[in-house]
């Protein structure tokens, strides 16, 4: 059964639940792993990443590819 069945299937199963305590423990538990899987994207930069990262900085601003805040400002503001 693929990812997209089995979450129907369980919010079925879920729309089911009439007692409080389950829903309550269901809902600590997804929190619960929401904040690990959260946590571990949160890895921090080795210095290989920080130094490819500044070089590629670097490289695009000798090439002038990047836009200035001044011309970013108006872009941002349409996104609303």
């Known amino acids: 059964m693929d990812l997209q069945l089995r979450k129907i299937a369980f919010i079925q199963e879920f ?5 409080e305590k389950v829903i309550g423990r269901l809902e600590k538990l997804l929190s619960s792993e929401k904040k690990k899987l ?14 490819k990262m500044i070089s590629r ?24």
């Open 38 to 51: 959260y946590k571990k994207d949160l890895s921090p930069y080795t210095i290989e990443e920080l130094e």
């Open 57 to 80: 900085s670097e490289q695009d601003l000798k090439s002038k590819k990047y836009k200035s805040s001044s011309l970013l400002k108006p872009e941002v503001s349409s996104w609303t």
């Open 15 to 19: 729309l089911l639940v009439n007692n």
